[in-house]
């Protein structure tokens, strides 16, 4: 399989705990977007990188948020001190010209 | 600032009729547009694209779509559906500068009835 893979696919939580999720992007695309989706919404952009630099942040991305890519392959999403607000699906692209996407992890923090 | 607009939340249609979904954009330059599909659960697959040239473009599953810059639209169609096109239907607007991200309309669910 080719595709985009993401890890975990689910993740349950607790108020304030730390939680950290992984992409894998297609092997020869040197651009990775990270996208957090809630229940009934389109997907939103979050960050960007270009092999291992990261070149774009949204404002959503608080300080409790990090993302790395630390060998321009896989990436990381921290997410430090969870709120229940932080629920929702967060989705991994990767691209040359169109953007392919992972299947997600979803996060509940309770 | 760039935005999508789907107009309809939701749509029912019978198995083996005709299909056409709403999408609206609002973006400053020539935009690239995406067509993607949401099964429940689950990522995003890249339906259709348009980035210039023919404004019908045709993608996977049997769905096209047009654009049509005067009326800032890019609707997607079907002439006929299965039931296995029961999902949730995202248009998307690619900036062009910076990172190229893709900003998303907020969905139109699809219900197939039998």
């Known amino acids: 399989d080719t595709g985009v893979s993401q890890n975990p696919r689910h993740k349950i939580t607790k108020r304030g705990q730390n939680v950290t999720f992984r992409c894998d992007p297609i092997s020869e695309h040197n651009r990775l977007y990270w996208y957090r989706q809630t229940l009934g919404q389109g997907p939103e952009f979050l960050t960007y990188?270009?092999?291992?630099?990261?070149?774009?942040k949204s404002r959503l991305l608080s300080d409790r948020f990090s993302a790395e890519r630390p060998k321009g392959s896989f990436s990381t999403l921290e997410i430090q001190r969870t709120e229940q607000g932080d629920s929702a699906m967060y989705l991994c692209?990767?691209?040359?010209?169109?953007?392919?996407f992972g299947p997600g992890t979803r996060l509940t923090v309770l | 600032a760039q935005s999508v607009t789907q107009p309809d939340i939701h749509i029912t249609v019978s198995e083996g009729a005709s299909l056409e979904l709403r999408c609206n954009y609002s973006?400053?330059?020539?935009?690239?547009l995406f067509w993607y599909v949401q099964s429940p659960g689950q990522g995003l697959q890249l339906l259709l694209k348009y980035f210039s040239g023919d404004t019908l473009v045709q993608g996977i599953k049997g769905f096209e779509a047009e654009f049509k810059r005067s009326q800032s639209s890019f609707n997607l169609r079907k002439p006929s559906v299965h039931w296995s096109d029961a999902a949730e239907y995202f248009c998307?607007?690619?900036?062009?500068?910076?990172?190229?991200?893709?900003?998303f309309g907020q969905g139109t669910r699809l219900t197939i009835n039998p």
């Open positions: 973006y400053g330059a020539t935009p690239y």
């Open positions: 998307a607007v690619g900036i062009i500068q910076g990172a190229q991200k893709l900003v």
């Open positions: 990188f270009q092999n291992e630099a990261q070149l774009e």
């Open positions: 692209a990767s691209s040359e010209s169109s953007q392919y």
